[in-house]
């Protein structure tokens, strides 16, 4: 977040904020500001964007930085953050909870599957469009290829990829202890539900609960993110991941 602190406050934020009313992400802010106080610096203005969730990956978009997670991981995750599917059209979210009471159903319905892949070609995460002719998932790697991506890492190889981060992006300072802790997995939530089959691994969910369901076009977007990842890491760290561990 601290990467994100201008030292001016652009025209489309004045403008943004205005037409949203003001709204702010306090614990953006918060963080950002106690990041600045362990320096000894402050941010100008603080990072008071107005937020709109999820947004879809445009024409104009270079600079980006993303972290891609394993489609089954972020299916059982979405369904535990309370349904989470930024996108889905009203009449939808009205009644999955009742149609899809199910982490299995919550996958299956109409517009969950295929998030990364519609965002990364223009559409919002859980947009009921057609993924069957390949079109969407074909756009979204032609832009995973591209090269408008400054920096790819995998939420399955955090520590990895915060390293990698810092060797990608010359001008940010090192990274700091508290960057390596992996705060994007609901583990509370996994530890504290004694519904959910229990994991050989920490901190991951077991995928069980999907009943076979397989997210293909994002399992697809999946596997080109972790190759690039991987060549990354040949380039700017030495060797993948695993070598080093």
Known sequence: MSYACASTIPTWHTVGMALRGGRIDVRMAHA???RGRKRGT???GRLLLPFDGHQPVSARDAGL????????QRLISAYLDNYHAWGLAGSARATIKQHAPTIAAFARFPGIAGCMAKMLSG???AADVDLSDGAVLRRALEVLRSGRFA???LTEEWQASVCLFHRM???A????????RQLGHSVNSHRA???LPSSSVDGVYNESVLQGFVDFVDEAVYVEAARIFKRNMRVHHGGPAEERS
């Open 32 to 34: 950002i500001n106690a």
């Open 151 to 153: 920096f790819i890492g």
């Open 42 to 44: 402050r941010c100008d």
């Open 123 to 125: 559409h919002h995460c």
């Open 169 to 171: 992006l010359p001008e």
């Open 173 to 180: 300072p090192p990274p700091m202890a508290a960057e390596f």
């Open 193 to 195: 539900l004694d519904w």
């Open 65 to 72: 930085v993303a972290m891609f997670r394993r489609p089954s």
